[in-house]
């Protein structure tokens, strides 16, 4: 077996670099350690107050955030973090070279019953600024916290998966993977029906009528509520994985965020062959506004994507 360390040893990529997602990928091990104990150590999901032992409570996810901003203190080549629990970003170090942009426990609604939630993190050039697109990120991973605890990891030119030993290191268990070009799974929340646009509403409906639909074949669908979740799935057996913009969410500019959902795993995708959109542009073209910008996410196999991709461009 190939250890994260040395998989990272031999990769082409600046130390530094390579030391700032180590530093990550040693939070999430810490992290993962933490949410398998919450419920006996009395930690609740969301709640903050006190434990039956008075103590003072912190959810999860404010937890999380503690232990990844200890990790990224202990790393010099950290400058900045942007993470979904901190309104500001966060000055770490006068000469670090990189950003970290994270949501450091997404999908942790899911905690109380015990689904798959995760970290994701995105590293930018600190020389560049923290609104930087996706196109210009320089690694995209995240921690998948489920039966196995898998850090799914690219630089841009490959996808690898490693999976967490019984001794808290990180084996290399798949170095290439591709996402299927092809797929008979789509991921929606299909409660929004009523919101979605016009586009969403005739990719569903003909991907729901089976064998006699425009895609002539029958579909499943399935809906983690956790983007790691269902962004794994398809990245291990193809899919796509839509939150399109709708009537709701329009007043916000989507659901998910760029800098810490939608480019992480949008860069992940690509580079693993697949296709990613906000269905008007492709997610890694986004010029970001604000470090905590939503923006709506169409993601997964490749050909699926460039139907959804047809019909919001003849939708208008
Ligand atoms: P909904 C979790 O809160 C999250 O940010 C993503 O992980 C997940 O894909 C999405 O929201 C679920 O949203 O509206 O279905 O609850």
Same mark, same amino acid.
């Given at each position: 077996m190939t250890s994260l360390a040395d998989w990272l040893a031999g990769q082409s990529v600046d130390p530094k670099l390579a030391s700032t997602v180590a530093s990550m990928a040693a939070a999430s091990v810490e992290i993962a350690g933490v949410l398998r104990q919450a419920a006996i150590k009395g930690q609740v999901v969301l709640a903050s107050g006190t434990n039956v032992q008075g103590e003072q409570q912190k959810a999860l996810d404010v937890i999380s955030n503690d232990i990844v901003l200890k990790h990224l203190r202990e790393n010099?080549?950290?400058s900045i973090l942007i993470s979904e629990e901190l309104e500001e970003a966060v000055h770490l /170090?006068?000469?670090?070279?990189y950003i970290i942009a994270t949501d450091p426990l997404d999908g942790s609604s899911n905690l109380d019953v015990n689904v798959t939630v995760g970290t994701i993190f995105s590293v930018l050039d600190a020389g560049k600024g923290m609104l930087q697109p996706g196109s210009a990120q320089l690694a995209a991973a995240y921690t998948a916290y489920g039966p196995a605890t898998n850090l799914v990891l690219t630089f841009g030119t490959s996808v690898a998966v490693f999976t967490l030993d019984d001794v808290g290191v990180f084996q290399l268990t798949d170095d290439e993977v591709e996402v299927p070009p092809a797929t008979s799974e789509f991921a929606i929340n299909t409660a929004r029906e009523r919101f979605w646009d016009e586009a969403t509403t005739t990719y569903v409906r003909e991907n729901v009528v089976?064998? /006699?639909?425009?895609?002539g074949k029958r579909y499943n669908m399935r809906w983690v509520g956790s983007m790691v979740a269902d962004v794994h799935r398809i990245l291990m057996r193809g899919g796509i994985f839509l939150y399109p913009l709708d009537s709701e969410t329009v007043t916000k500019g989507g659901r998910l965020r760029l800098l810490y959902e939608a480019n992480p795993m949008a860069m992940l995708i690509e580079t693993a062959g697949g296709r990613s959109t906000t269905g008007k542009q492709g997610i890694l073209d986004v010029v970001p506004t604000a470090i905590h910008q939503r923006v709506p996410v169409i993601l997964g196999s490749a050909e699926e994507v460039q139907r959804v991709e047809q019909l919001y461009s003849t939708s208008g």
């Open positions: 010099a080549a950290v /170090s006068n000469d670090g070279k089976g064998e /006699s639909g425009r895609a």
